[in-house]
């Protein structure tokens, strides 16, 4: 079976830890052990978010402005596959005796996406009125979140991944591929492929990844153990088997906000609707998830 496994951002850096490559490494390390016999079992693919890290470089950026050279969004989007890529194909190389390549991933985005118009996307820190208003003035988005302020930026939607052959070629040949990280480097073509600063979903790009690699399973991995209906509420209820029907009217309800659940559910459908199956859990849960135990499954 090929399958493509999602990681969630909070899967590598759990709520309130502070974000070192010392934190990271120990997440990684424990997230492989997780995956590590789905990925010796199958031909799999790995997909990952990147919203604190390419948050944190851009920082750098802006706090060595006059010192190092600038360096754009996109372009900090791929600085962080690097560094997230890095980490897991290290962890991988140790745990497993497959051969694991992590793969630089241009996806396509509409530079007439409504997004851009619209940033949304927060990333990176908060910042005080004095800041933003600084930050405003040279060009960023800045929006009034939890009282404090902080960069927003472009979430487009992913049309196309470019190295997506490539990507099924490696499968193919049993090398774990680590692709597409954080959403994937967004560029647009007009007489070739261009960088725009903007962050994909990586669970919308993992979808569209896994279908255009004809992958039968689209694993996301967060950290909880299934959907709910009412979630956080007292009658919060679990979601174990969703037609697709049922999740678009369940997403349509409300249930599934923007930026966390929602995604996640709209990758579901979206990967089912081409025949695949998407299953949404945690770690803890996902020996009896691949037996149809436990998870969400689409
Ligand atoms: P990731 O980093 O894995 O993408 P997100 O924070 O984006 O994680 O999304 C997972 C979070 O979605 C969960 O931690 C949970 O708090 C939140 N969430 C919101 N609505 C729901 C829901 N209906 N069912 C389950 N989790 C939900
Ligand atoms: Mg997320």
């Known amino acids: 079976m090929l399958i493509v496994i999602a990681l969630g951002g909070n899967a590598l850096l759990k ?6 490559i010392g934190t990271q490494e120990k997440n990684v390390r424990a997230a492989v052990k997780s ?3 789905i990925t010796k079992k199958h031909h799999a693919v790995v997909t990952f978010g990147n919203a604190p890290q390419v948050g944190n470089i851009m920082i750098q950026v802006e706090s060595a402005l006059g010192k190092a050279y600038p360096v754009p969004l996109h372009v900090a989007v791929a600085e962080s596959e690097g560094e997230i890529g890095y980490l897991l194909v290290q962890a991988l190389h140790n745990e497993l005796k497959k051969p694991v390549v992590s793969i630089l991933t241009q996806v396509i985005v509409d530079k007439n996406d409504a997004a851009f118009k619209n940033p949304t996307k927060p990333i ?9 208003t600084i930050l405003r003035e040279k060009g960023y988005s800045m929006k009034k979140i939890n009282g404090g302020y902080r960069r927003v930026v472009a979430s487009p939607k992913p049309i196309k991944i470019i190295e997506a052959p490539v990507i099924k ?5 049993n090398v774990i591929a680590i692709a597409a990280g954080g959403g994937g480097i967004p560029v647009y073509k007009k007489h070739g492929l261009h960088g725009i600063d903007a962050v994909i ?5 993992s979808a569209c990844l896994a279908k255009s690699i004809g992958a039968q399973l689209l694993l996301i991995l967060t950290d909880v153990p299934c959907a709910y209906i009412n979630y ?3 009658n919060q209820k679990e979601l174990r088997k969703l037609s697709i029907k049922e999740a678009k009217k369940l997403l349509k309800e409300g249930h599934f906000p923007a930026g ?7 990758a579901s459908i979206e990967f089912a609707e081409s025949g695949g199956k998407a299953i949404i ?3 803890a849960s996902l020996k009896k998830a691949m037996k149809g135990k436990a998870g969400t499954i689409v």
Do not use: C, H, V
Request: glycine share 10%; net charge positive; aromatic share 8%.
């Open 15 to 20: 709520r309130g830890e502070k974000l070192s």
């Open 35 to 37: 995956i590590k016999n």
């Open 124 to 132: 990176g820190p908060y910042y005080s009125k004095k800041e933003m």
């Open 169 to 173: 070629k490696l499968t193919s040949m």
């Open 201 to 205: 979903d990586k669970d919308l790009a």
């Open 232 to 234: 956080g509420k007292k």
């Open 260 to 266: 966390s659940m929602g995604p996640k559910i709209q």
């Open 281 to 283: 859990t945690n770690f």
